[in-house]
């Protein structure tokens, strides 16, 4: 259990004395708006917490109205979502709904005043003046104010450059506003005199695009140079800046910045300066104690915002789909007691720090003040927070109690202020919220005023952290959408988390480790032996092709008649191996792979140009196959009864088909190999493995692998060569019964002509389990999100230079978001970093080989006259690179709008509805991935129904594939509809045989057959 303040009689009874204090007061003030017992916002908000489903779909709601821009938009969005219900938003819209299809005005424009006066009960204004008389206002009670900037992440430069003039001119009209009002109010003097008056709150995120936070050197290099204007001007007018936090990916990044631009000598004494810490993460105490170590060490006083945190449900979702530590803690009195341990902390220092205590929750305030009280501190050495729009009784209680308070104001526009709203309202909502729970009476002031410590053991059970949660039907939770797996044993490998300096460290060393031992040479291996008298072929770093990563054993085609040979005699005893012994084999190989990871990275970097996560990725991938197809086959082994008749047993086993071969792609060269080699061993196969000739040092790896998890000698052999000699012989052989392909669709639809002829002695007819290419699209709807669909589109076109069959080639952009969404995508392509995949910021790294660069540079060409150019980005010269480029004014019958590319070239197709949309989804010869970004559920729907793909993504990137998650393959010209890392897939590999027998005997039956 974690530790945290054992509860002392005294301070209990100090706490209580001062929480009673503070609900005395509290109780003569108004009750708040949002919790009132008339008003529409009590209304909703008294509905949200009743249905919780009522609750989901009016965020979304509001989440989505400032992008509508029409009135009908409105109309459509607010039935889509709320349907009747959405009479609570205004009984007086019944008539209005009624009429919508001939006036929606009626309804569009009450509804929209009122999501935006909404909106005014949280942020203080639109515009500089809305904030000036906030100031006012609060100077008068004698608040003092900080200032929050509302805009999150930036894509482009240009937007950013908004955000920092913003902040920039908040500085210069504070500052005057300030000077012709010379004197502070109570809560701008401090124990030593006035404090600094004007406080500004700034977001990294909100900065730059070039934040990577698996890059920090290069993301605090951009950010210090956005960040120096701001601490110029605050200097000079005397202001504190404070550093925000946002979400856990960029913590350490946002302290890193943080103690490296105050060590610069500019900033060393000044500005003021301040940060915030999340207490309801689990390691947040390790980094405020650094923080305050690091200000004793250079003198240099700081103060502190001591949060509970506003981003818990995402900080826990995303930990559980990258099945990594969730890094906040999961109850809520756990979150509360480390706030009052690390409040005590704070106030223990308030020689160097300023604590600024930030909570509505009477509890934690009461704490701070008897604790304080216990230590002798001034009342003014520390001061409360509370965000605008809430808790203000709370507020002006602790205002008469004479302690410091200072309002949290968020200030700007309502589009980039929505997702602050959103929280808000969910934090005025939650189950476990303070406030909900005081105000609506769910629980007695003696309650609230418990120790958070002795709650934590009655605490409920998270629903993240429940079992049956994790892997059972979901669909009670979201409606209308496929549950996922019962539990099982099979558990996807996690990702390698690089915002964690130990993992880039260990990378590094990794890389560091490979670079002596390149250049070795790696034979062929046939039943079990090594072959090394061949002619070697030189494998290189696309990034450096003078780098030569080893060369590989040219097999000829008395090499592959050989493996076919050996491979029919061993058949026969590995189909009689028991398929437990061939699972464990996989499963040893998974943990093989698991042990070498960093080794297994390194190598997909140097040799196949991949950038560090997509290389983790794939080895992840490569783990998972291993281990998902172990646990598939325990199950195919079972017979299953076909049906239950008296008197006969009838079920359907399986068998293998004998030997194979599997020809695989250099794009995924781990990954994808593994699963065509691994998916019909376990099933109890013989394979002839043939990697891609760029990438066969990384087969030559997982050979060795292999062998040493148990593959017997003439199971399984290691083929390199070309396609056109060993890999066409191997497919035509009459003793291949399968052929397992991933590549181009000119190779793909070869081998599946080849395969369909037979030849005299063939004694099976030819299975092909075939993927191949695409011409992937993402539909960008009229009310998308464009701050998740930019990034989700640059990611899914540029990632690894374009080169997955999954890769987005397309995008189709409605008209009435088309000229907004092209300029915000444009301006945000260059803020992908191209370059060396070594480096840990590279997200777009060579192409594979020469071959590959000079078609698609050709490509890009004839796209030049056929389309317009509107953004090509800078290669290195060294390296085969491709500069990632993006064509507008595209055409359905243009080249670049119908053949693959496979590289980081994207088309930008307009379509004027979603009719036209989905027909240019489906009016390719390919239907592989597909996407679309929408906030209409009805748009959503028909998408599933009408993008016709064999993996379609919903308000997501069209790539990363994860194994049993998302079955991966296409159909068309995609391939044969098999579904890579899903169920059924090894039923690919294996013939079904039914089995009826009679176990009636003389008239009887055995009891369990009646």
Not at 126 to 135: N, P
Not at 712 to 726: I, S, T
Not at 775 to 798: G, H, Q, R, T
């Amino acid at each position: 259990m974690a530790s945290f303040l054992t509860p002392d009689p005294k301070i209990e009874s100090a706490v209580r004395a001062k929480g009673e204090q503070l609900f005395a007061l509290m109780d003569q003030q108004p009750p708040p708006a949002l919790f009132s017992k008339k008003g529409a916002y009590a209304r909703l908000m008294e509905w949200s917490m009743k249905d919780p489903v009522f609750k989901t779909q009016l965020f979304r709601f509001v989440d989505v109205l400032p992008s509508l821009n029409s009135s009908g938009e409105i109309v459509r969005h607010l039935q889509e979502y709320l349907g009747d219900k959405a009479v609570e938003l205004n009984p007086a819209l019944k008539a209005g709904l009624a009429a919508s299809s001939f006036a929606p005005a009626l309804v569009a424009t009450p509804v929209k005043a009122q999501i935006v006066d909404m909106a005014g009960q949280f942020v203080a204004g639109e515009t500089g003046e809305d904030l000036l008389k906030q100031i006012r206002k609060n100077t008068k009670l004698g608040l003092a104010t900080t200032i929050d900037l509302l805009g999150e992440t930036v894509l482009n430069d240009a937007e950013a450059d908004v955000f920092l003039k913003r902040n920039l001119e908040i500085l210069d009209s504070v500052s005057k506003f300030y000077a012709k009002e010379p004197t502070p109010c109570f809560s701008d003097l401090g124990p030593k005199g006035p404090l600094p008056r004007l406080n500004l709150s700034v977001k990294i995120s909100a900065l730059t695009p070039d934040v990577h936070p698996a890059d920090p050197e290069n993301s605090i290099a951009a950010l210090k140079e956005r960040f120096r204007p701001i601490l110029r001007r605050a200097a000079e007018v005397g202001a504190l800046i404070n550093f925000d936090m946002e979400s856990y990916k960029l913590k350490d990044l946002t302290l890193a910045l943080f103690k490296s631009i105050f060590e610069e000598p500019e900033f060393a004494q000044k500005p003021a300066i301040g940060i915030a810490i999340q207490a309801y993460l689990r390691d947040c105490e390790a980094d405020l104690r650094d923080l305050v170590a690091w200000a004793r060490a250079r003198n240099r006083p700081l103060s502190v915002r001591l949060v509970k945190g506003a981003y818990w449900d995402y900080e826990t979702i995303i930990a559980q789909q990258r099945d990594w530590p969730i890094p906040v803690w999961q109850k809520k009195p756990e979150s509360d007691a480390n706030y009052e341990k690390l409040s005590l902390f704070l106030l223990e220092n308030t020689d160097i720090v300023t604590p600024n205590f930030a909570s509505h929750n009477v509890r934690s305030c009461a704490h701070v003040i008897a604790q304080a009280e216990r230590l002798g501190i001034d009342p003014r050495a520390y001061e409360f927070q509370a965000l605008y729009g809430m808790a203000d009784e709370l507020k002006l209680s602790l205002l008469q109690m004479g302690h410091r308070v200072r309002e949290y104001c968020a200030i700007g526009e309502l589009l980039p202020g929505m997702a602050y709203l959103v929280r808000r309202l969910l934090e005025n909502t939650s189950n476990e919220g303070f406030l909900r729970i005081k105000n609506m009476g769910e629980a007695t002031k003696d309650q609230l005023l418990g120790n958070p410590v002795n709650a934590i053991a009655a605490a409920p059970e998270p629903l993240a952290r429940k079992p049956q949660v994790e892997r059972a039907d979901l669909s009670a939770l979201a409606p209308n959408r496929v549950g996922v797996n019962a539990v099982h044993l099979f558990k996807n490998a996690a990702n390698t988390d690089y915002t964690i300096a130990a993992n880039r460290d260990k990378q590094r060393a990794a890389l560091a480790a490979l670079t002596p031992k390149l250049g070795q040479k790696w034979p062929l291996v046939l039943n079990g032996k090594k072959i090394s008298d061949r002619e070697y072929i030189a494998s290189v770093n696309p990034a450096k092709p003078t780098q030569i990563i080893g060369s590989w054993a040219r097999a000829t085609v008395a090499d592959a008649e050989a493996a076919v040979a050996a491979s029919v005699a061993a058949f026969p005893k590995w189909r009689a191996t028991p398929v437990e012994d061939r699972a464990k084999m996989l499963e040893r190989a998974a943990d093989l792979m698991e042990s070498r990871r960093l080794e297994l990275n390194s190598l997909l970097i140097l040799e196949a140009g991949k950038p560090w996560l997509e290389a983790d990725g794939d080895t992840s991938e490569a783990i998972d196959f291993c281990r998902y197809y172990a646990f598939e086959m325990r199950k195919l082994a079972k017979p299953a009864v076909t049906q239950a008749v008296p008197g006969e047993r009838c079920v359907q086993t399986w068998t293998p088909r004998g030997v194979g071969v599997a020809i695989a792609p250099w794009n995924f060269p781990l990954a994808i190999l593994t699963g065509l080699v691994v998916a019909p061993l376990v099933a109890g196969n013989c394979v002839i493995m043939k990697p891609a000739e760029q990438t066969s040092v990384i087969g030559a790896v997982l050979m060795d692998i292999l062998v040493e998890s148990g593959v017997p000698a003439g199971v399984l052999h290691f083929v390199p060569g070309f396609g056109e000699d060993v890999g066409a012989h191997l497919v035509g052989h009459k003793q291949v019964d399968f052929v397992a392909f991933t590549g181009s669709r000119a190779v793909g639809c070869k081998i599946w002509e080849t395969a369909g002829r037979t030849q005299p002695g063939q004694a099976n007819l030819k299975k092909v389990v075939c993927e191949m290419g695409g011409k992937n699209a993402m539909v960008i709807d009229n009310d998308a999100d464009l701050d998740e669909a930019i990034p989700a589109a640059l990611y899914s076109a540029f990632g690894f230079s374009g080169q997955k069959c999954s890769a987005l080639s397309r995008l189709i952009v409605l008209d009435e978001v088309y000229d907004h969404f092209l300029e915000r995508f444009i301006s945000a392509c260059d803020s992908f970093p191209v370059g060396d995949p070594a480096q840990p910021g590279t997200i777009i790294g060579p192409v594979i080989d020469a071959d590959a660069q000079k078609k698609i540079l050709g490509i890009i060409e004839q796209g030049k006259k056929e389309a317009k150019l509107a953004f090509q980005g800078k290669a290195p010269v060294e390296g085969w690179f491709v500069p990632p480029t993006v064509f507008v004014n595209v055409k359905p019958e243009h080249s670049i709008a119908r053949e693959e590319i496979f590289g980081p070239v994207v088309a930008v197709l307009r379509a004027k509805n979603l009719d036209e949309a989905f027909a240019l989804v489906n009016g390719t010869d390919y239907a592989l991935t597909s996407g679309i970004f929408s906030r209409s559920p009805k748009a959503l729907e028909r998408a599933q129904n009408e993008m016709l793909v064999g993996n379609l993504y919903l308000n997501r990137g069209c790539t990363g594939a994860i194994v049993e998650r998302h079955p991966f393959g296409g159909f068309k010209m995609s391939g044969g509809g098999t579904k890579a890392g899903g169920k059924g897939y090894l039923e690919n590999f294996l013939f079904p045989r039914s089995v009826a027998e009679n176990v009636m005997r003389r008239g009887f039956t055995p009891p369990d057959e009646e």
